[in-house]
């Protein structure tokens, strides 16, 4: 079976800081490994995803994520925090044909 | 494009009512996916449909029917409402299946009393 663990439900950080949203996953099979994001009263849009190859990955607004097989990990993040990224952030891991997973979020504040 | 749209945005429903939950995509995608999110849990996938007239069971069916008669629409109905079904539903696409990315609804607030 298949599941997610994002460490830390709520995460504040001082704008251009370093962001770093923790996600650890369980699979008994290669996964696909992604990161959402969901700002206030929309739905869920895609920063990075994780499937093949590279195992450092670089996604939208300056986010990027690196998949660690040996810690099973895929940790996200940013060099410096905009006020803009205040946001909740999801990690997703897949590894049949059609079922995301997802972990419980974490609410990402920026302290001005 | 419009993405994928979904109505209502809000409802209050009484116990034992039922509703439908509209999804529409005008991306001409193959897969369309229902989840809803608890307060404090991530989404959890409800149905999903592979193509016009292919639909299957996600993790928590229970409670729900869909159908899937064109591309463009995968409509969710609540046939008893029951106050566990208080929720967030959200709607999604996507043209590949996995890892293709799945592109969200707003969603839609669904409140039973």
């Known amino acids: 079976a298949q599941s997610v663990t994002q460490l830390g439900s709520h995460v504040s950080v001082s704008e251009g800081a370093l962001v770093l949203l923790r996600c650890n996953y369980s699979s008994s099979v290669p996964p696909y490994l992604f990161w959402y994001v969901q700002y206030p009263n929309q739905g869920l849009q895609l920063l990075l995803k994780?499937?093949?190859?590279?195992?450092l990955v670089k996604g939208i607004n300056g986010f990027e994520a690196e998949f660690k097989k040996s810690e099973t990990s895929f940790h996200l993040t940013k060099p410096s925090a905009h006020m803009s990224d205040a946001a909740e952030y999801f990690c997703?891991?897949?590894?049949?044909?059609?079922?995301?997973?997802f972990g419980t979020g974490t609410r990402l504040t920026v302290i001005p | 494009n419009a993405g994928v749209t979904q109505t209502p945005k809000f409802r209050i429903l009484k116990i034992g009512q039922s509703m439908t939950l509209q999804c529409t995509q005008d991306?001409?995608?193959?897969?369309m996916y229902w989840y809803r999110q608890d307060p404090g849990m991530g989404l959890k996938l409800i149905y999903y449909?592979?193509?016009?007239?292919?639909?299957d069971k996600g993790e928590v069916p229970n409670g729900y029917n869909v159908s899937r008669s064109t591309t463009e629409d995968f409509p969710l109905r609540l046939e008893l409402a029951a106050p566990s079904q208080t929720s967030v539903y959200f709607c999604?696409?996507?043209?590949?299946?996995?890892?293709?990315?799945?592109?969200f609804g707003p969603g839609t607030r669904l409140t039973v009393l």
């Open positions: 449909s592979v193509g016009a007239g292919i639909t």
């Open positions: 994780y499937t093949t190859g590279a195992t």
């Open positions: 999604a696409s996507s043209y590949y299946l996995s890892p293709d990315t799945q592109y």
């Open positions: 991306m001409n995608h193959n897969y």
């Open positions: 997703a891991v897949q590894t049949g044909a059609n079922n995301l997973f």
